[in-house]
Structures are given as C-alpha cells and as structure tokens.
C-alpha cells in the first residue's frame, strides 16, 4: 500500500515495524461540547484506514485520545458550574454516541490526558534532563525549540521564518517566541497536579507524545489527524518524542483535507457551524460517512445539505441492492452457469481488485467506492430469477465486505416485526382467493406501518422503508 507521508511530502510504500502489524495513533478530541463536522472527517477516514489494515488480515492497535483538560475545558466547566471531570465524562459519552452513529469502531485504546499525569511528567523531565525544557520562576515549563535541531521538519519550516512570522507580545519568560508550554502553573480555580515544578497542568501537545508512546513504543508506525494538527501541534510532539528518546517518532505522518460549508470556511461567526449532533437531528449519520468517504481523505470537501442528500441516495441504492441479492437468493437454485453468469462472477472479482488498487493507492476511497457502484450497476441488470444461488451469493458477499471495509451498509436488519409479518400472511392468502380489494387494503397497511411490499414471482418482498 501507497501512503501519502506528510514529512517527505510524498507517498511511500507502507511497510509495518513488525509484519502484520500497524501501529495507529489519531488525535481525538477535546471533550467540552459535542464534535463538529471537521472532527468527523479524520475520524471517519482513519476509521476506514484501520478497516481496510483489518480487511487485510493486519492486527492493528488503534489508539485515539481524549483531551480532558484544557482552557476550553476550564472555561465550560466554570459557564455550566460543574467540574472539568464531569464535563469530560458528559461528552465522552457523548462522544460515542455520536463515533457509533458514525460507524466508527471503538478504538483499541481511549486514552485521556488526565489518566496519564505521571506518564507526562516523566516525559517533561526527560526533557529537562536533556536540555530541551527549561522551568520558569512561576512554575510554567517550556519547551525549549532551539535545542532542537529537526524542530519544523514536519511543517517544512524553520525557526527564523516561524520566529519572523510571531505576534511581538511574547511572554518575557520564553528564550525563543516558538518555545511552547509542556507544564502550565496553576491558576486560581483550575484544576491542578502535584509535580517537580509545583501545581499545575499539562499542555496540550505533551499528552499526545506521552500517551501515543506508551501504548505504540516509542517509535510507531501511523499518526494521522486533519491538517489544521500539522503545526504546530504534530510538530511539537515529534519535537517532544525524539527529543525525550532520540529516536524517530513516526515513521508515517497522514493529515486529512478541510471541510468547508457552502463553499465557506466553517466558522462559528459565519454561523455554518455545524456540529454531528445538530446533522443528526436531519440525516441518518451513515449518509454523513458515505459523504466524507466520497472525495480523496486530502481534497478539501464542501458540506452542503444537498451533499448529504446525494449521499443518502447512493446509500439507498446498495441497501436496496442488497435487500434485493438477499431475496433472490432465498428462491435461487443451483443451476448451470450461464455465459452472463460467469461474467457476472468475473465482474465481483474485478471489482474486488479495483476496489484493492484503490485504496492501495493512499486510501482512495472515493475510486473504491465507485468499483462497488460499477458492480451494483452491472448486478442490477443481470441477477434475475434465473440466476444460480453461487452467483448472487458471490456478488452479495462482495458487496457486504467491500462496504464493510467503508464501514457502509452497516445498519442492522429491520426484520419485520410480528404484526406486520400476520398482516404479509393474510394479504398472502387475499392474493391466493384473488380478493384484491382485500390485497390492496392490507399492502396500504403494511405501508402506513412504514414497510415497503413488492410483489414478485416468487411472493411479497417487505423491506423497511429508508
Ligand atoms: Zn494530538
């Protein structure tokens, strides 16, 4: 597989530290509200990245933190009155909600920045102990960027031009305007920790470096998030990690795209701000995955409803493909393969293949999803009452898994319930007395009930209204 590093700024072949095996750390959230749009894309992308490492018979450790103390967790915690921890544990669990309405797996380790005090502080005086950070008199510590000497590697920057490019009110205590805090004093009224410098509380940047080593190693195989991370936030943790270890941190950087809205930056001040819980209360989240999945994880998307429109039309054409292959395959027989039957068995392998090169190709999903639509389409036209069982079970079951891989086609099977399977008998037995007055009256039924009724060949197909 093809992967777009960031540090060489060019794609690369993905070889694993140990064969078999992937390392993958993804920057979650801060948990003070619930997450917006833009926060869905990295997780929704490198969620897929981890299905298809899965797909491939791979072991994967994924890891994706939570940000559980910050100003903005301070600040929210202060407007609602209740604790920095409560606020956490709220959105945390809001967190998920949202994460399995996406179809995002539970990762293998969820890791919070406040769990981890001890691990951070043993970093912070790794650092001490090499000269990379220094304590200032009121108990904040920093990083010390020009001891450093691959400091801007990833950005492709380097001290002068950031220094050049920094606001002038530097706080006095810095030796260098790029210096960033690893260990913050305590402030009145903040929640803090004991530590070597005092009471206080960890920068942002350090938990990431901190957390990701102790459950990768030290050096790991994929740190991916969206590319407003690259700087400074990935720079300051390879900063940290090889300044700690000295030796490389990640050996494959990948950062996904921007999302605007409307064409428009999304901001809270031009008010396109939207978070998942807000799209939800419009859209069945799937479509929201189905969206972000449609477009290359580096192109920049445009969000629009009609986007998510659009998308929820494609998802309805492959469940209702599927619901399809799933009841002919209940009549099929075991018939000779016809000439457009063996095609037809050739057309899941090819789409299997396309659906391969695609995503080896740094995770193109928006080319692996269209094999899957090029199989749909052909499938469509050729699968019939006729068709063996062995061909509709291998387009089904090539169907199933590459949108397994998407984390598509997930939902559950609405089997239809009790009342409505009574009511499918009796329009049965109608039909059979040839009483369609009877027979139109209980099709309208089952439809109020929200079931979709289809009278085939072989008898009524019910399916859950989409
Ligand atoms: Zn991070």
């Known amino acids: 597989m093809q992967i777009y590093n960031t540090q060489s700024r060019k794609k690369e072949e993905f070889v694993p530290l140990v064969p078999g095996q992937v390392g993958i750390y993804c920057c979650g ?79 293998t380790v969820n890791p919070r920045a406040t769990q981890h005090i001890e691990e951070i502080i043993a970093l912070i005086q790794k650092l001490e102990a090499n000269g990379l950070a220094y304590a200032c008199p009121n108990g904040d510590v920093y990083y010390n960027t020009q001891a450093f000497a691959g400091y801007g590697k990833l950005s492709g920057q380097n001290l002068e031009d950031l220094e050049s490019g920094a606001r002038v009110d530097v706080d006095p205590n810095k030796r260098h305007p790029m210096d960033f805090a690893v260990w913050k004093a305590q402030k009145p009224g903040e929640p803090a920790w004991e530590s070597p410098w005092g009471m206080g509380r960890p920068g942002w940047h350090i938990e990431c470096s901190a957390m990701s080593m102790k459950y990768l190693g030290e050096t790991f195989d994929i740190h991916c998030g969206g590319k407003d991370l690259v700087f400074p936030h990935h720079e300051n943790e390879i900063a940290q990690s090889e300044g700690a270890t000295g030796h490389p941190f990640v050996r494959y950087w990948m950062h996904n795209g921007f999302i605007n809205v409307d064409n428009e930056k999304m901001s809270k001040s031009a ?72 095609e037809l068995m050739d057309a899941a392998s090819i789409a299997r293949d396309n659906f391969e090169d695609a995503m080896d190709d740094d995770l193109n999903t928006a080319d692996a999803i269209g094999s899957i639509f090029e199989l749909v389409r052909k499938a469509n036209t050729q699968i019939n009452d006729q068709t063996p069982a062995v061909v509709i079970r291998k387009v089904l079951d090539t169907l199933v898994e590459l949108t397994g891989v998407m984390g598509l086609l997930t939902r559950k099977e609405e089997k239809a319930d009790t009342d409505v399977n009574a009511l499918v008998e009796a329009r049965a037995k109608a039909r ?19 079931y979709v009724i289809k009278d085939t060949k072989q008898g009524q197909q019910v399916t859950k209204a989409m």
């Open 271 to 342: 008010g396109n701000f939207f978070t998942v819980r807000d799209i939800a209360k419009d859209f069945d989240l799937e479509a929201v995955r189905m969206f972000m999945l449609s477009a290359h994880y580096r192109s920049p998307i445009n969000f629009s409803r009609e986007m998510i429109e659009q998308a929820k039309a494609s998802l309805d054409r492959l469940y209702t493909a599927k619901d399809n292959y799933e009841f002919l395959l209940k009549f099929a027989g075991d018939g000779e393969l016809r000439p457009e039957d063996q």
């Open 432 to 450: 059979a007395e040839k009483n369609w007055a009877e027979s139109d009256r209980l099709r309208d039924l089952i439809q109020s009930m929200g």
């Open 29 to 107: 959230p801060t948990v003070y509200n619930y997450f917006h749009i833009g926060n869905a894309r990295p997780f929704i992308v490198f969620d897929t990245l981890r299905r298809y490492f899965e797909y491939q018979g791979m072991k994967v450790t994924f890891v994706q933190n939570f940000t559980d103390i910050d100003d903005k967790m301070i600040k929210k915690a202060n407007e609602e009155g209740i604790t920095v921890k409560e606020l956490g544990e709220r959105f945390i669990a809001e967190y998920y909600k949202d994460a399995d309405a996406l179809g995002i797996e539970r990762a």
